[in-house]
């Protein structure tokens, strides 16, 4: 047997769990459910998902006041790389804070813009397209945050110009960062950028991508709609049929779901070309029917698919995942693992359990529940032979058995709960809560509810080489600091009027000290 089939066969591949599709057909939740638990995530305390709708009529900061804030952001001190080569912490960022003032956005005027991203986008926490390491070999670019799949909505509030290259600060649906500018559209138009992403949860006038990716078809008479990437999750609008054409360019639209993109022009604003996607794609009209077995289908799409750091690589870490997975169904999870866990009324507190009791509750649960322990969240596959399965975004860990030995892996891949982290403890004995959408009836299991939502988030860092324990220690030490010194004077935080600076500060925490870890 050759090394890369023995490599394959370390874990068994699930395919019997997808097989049961067929048998899993009951919804968990209905399209109302389902509603109603995106507006109970959006109302949440800590959930960091915006109605973006609202954001500018909530604004409190005028733009010269948030670019004052953005230009303050204090500069990193650890050790940073780029291209292998240490830089220059204090020359490289206080150029960029110094663009950010001198190119900002400089009105009293309390105003925002409205933007559709045309390509997939990382967001990321200072406005570059530069990959920074906390190592030379570092694989991930350690200032992103997330990213946004194409015809997703950006709120910008911010601004500034690098080497003749436009970056925007604002908010996504889930997150706030820079944004390089190529990637988004403006548009001028509230009410017509609304229109260019907003569904209704039942609706049958837009399709989902099901599957990890979708590539549109090259063209030559139509450059801006050529190869165009869609990831998992995205969804885009169909051409109603009274608007069909025959035509789009040399091609018919025979077999197609004829779509509309988003597209930049060169003035920068937003442009509504049509598309056309093979019906053979892995696409879907309007949201899928929230079943375990359509769980199980969406999620081994991507088995095998590589790992990026908060999004990077056109990628997804393991919560990017969770929440994408999600998004297939009309399900707007938080960003990260510290807030999914803040999702109200579906977390679980299985911290202090024994592994006997974690495994009886497993068992009771849908496919598809959400585990999670500090730094780290997987999607439930189900249990063969008294083990427990996981499909996950992963970074490394030690195998089931033998001797501790960690092993890179930077993929989306399926194992068993016995596998162990850096700490030689199993997954299992690790998992300290459950996101589960259908209720079970509770023994010794303790639902967590309003400001004790979140456990064991202290120590996240023990699954890192030993060269990169450390690297999120001394952010997470700053950013704490940081939170009292920008207290008066950020932007307002359109959901909860807190100061979004804090918020900034809160996110940077929990995206990069206290989430997807398990690197």
Same mark, same amino acid.
């Given at each position: ?29 209905? *399209? ?68 950010? #003032? ?15 991203? @045309? ?11 530069? @990959? ?5 070999? *570092? ?23 690098? *080497? ?24 001028? *138009? ?23 990716? $979708? ?23 169909? $051409? ?17 779901? +004829? ?38 289908? +969406? ?94 975004? $992963? ?10 030995? +960690?092993?890179? $892996? ?38 967590? #509810? ?70």
């Amino acid at each position: 047997m050759n090394d890369r089939l023995k490599q394959k066969l370390k874990f068994e591949t699930f395919t019997e769990f997808c097989n049961r599709a067929d048998e899993i057909l009951d919804a968990m939740l209905k *399209d109302e459910e389902i509603a109603k638990l995106n507006q109970a995530i959006v109302d949440g305390s800590g959930t960091m998902v915006f109605d973006l709708e609202t954001i500018e009529d909530n604004l409190s900061r005028t733009q010269k006041e948030i670019t004052d804030s953005l230009a303050s952001e204090t500069i990193p001190t650890r050790n940073l790389y780029i291209d292998g080569n240490k830089i220059n912490n204090t020359e490289y960022f206080t150029k960029l804070k110094n663009a950010i #003032k001198e190119t900002g956005y400089n009105s009293n005027e309390k105003k925002a813009y409205y933007a559709i991203a @045309v390509k997939r986008a990382d967001i990321k926490s200072w406005p570059t397209i530069d @990959v920074i390491g906390y190592n030379a070999t *570092d694989p991930d670019d350690e200032m992103e945050s997330s990213a946004l799949n194409v015809n997703e909505p950006f709120i910008i509030l911010g601004k500034c110009e690098i *080497d003749g290259e436009i970056y925007y600060w604002g908010y996504s649906n889930n997150c706030t960062g820079w944004v390089y500018g190529k990637n988004l559209a403006i548009v001028d *138009d509230k009410n017509k950028w609304v229109d260019a992403w907003k569904v209704e949860r039942d609706g049958n006038d837009f399709i989902v991508v099901t599957k990890d990716k $979708v590539v549109l078809e090259k063209s030559i008479l139509e450059p801006s709609t050529s190869e165009v990437k869609l990831t998992i999750g995205t969804i885009l609008k169909l $051409v109603p049929d009274t608007e069909l054409p025959k035509q789009v360019k040399e091609r018919g639209t025979y077999n197609n779901y +004829v779509v509309y993109l988003p597209t930049r022009n060169e003035e920068g604003k937003y442009e509504r070309k049509i598309a056309l996607i093979s019906e053979h794609e892995g696409v879907n009209v309007g949201f899928l029917s929230l079943t375990q077995g359509n769980i199980l289908d +969406v999620a081994f799409s991507c088995l095998g698919d590589r790992y990026g750091w908060g999004g990077m690589l056109d990628a997804m870490d393991c919560s990017l995942y969770t929440r994408l997975v999600y998004k297939c169904f009309g399900l707007e999870l938080p960003r990260n693992t510290t807030w999914q866990q803040k999702t109200p009324e579906k977390v679980t507190d299985l911290s202090k359990l024994t592994d006997e009791d974690k495994q009886e509750y497993l068992e009771e649960i849908h496919i598809g529940s959400l585990l999670y322990f500090p730094g780290h969240t997987m999607i439930y596959i189900g249990n063969k032979d008294g083990i427990s399965y996981v499909i996950s975004a $992963v970074g490394r860990f030690s195998e089931p058995s033998g001797d501790l030995n +960690v092993v890179k $892996v930077y993929s989306i891949v399926d194992n068993p709960l016995t596998t162990r982290r850096q700490n030689g403890y199993t997954w299992l004995s690790q998992i300290s809560a459950a996101l589960s959408l259908k209720d079970i009836t509770p023994k010794t299991y303790e639902y967590i #509810k309003g400001e004790n939502q979140i456990v064991n988030i202290s120590k996240d860092i023990d699954d890192n080489e030993e060269t990169e324990q450390s690297k999120n220690v001394e952010l997470r030490e700053s950013n704490q600091k940081k939170q009292e010194h920008e207290n008066n004077k950020g932007i307002n935080n359109p959901k909860t009027g807190d100061n979004v600076a804090v918020w900034l500060s809160l996110m940077l925490i929990s995206i990069l000290g206290l989430a997807e870890t398990v690197k």
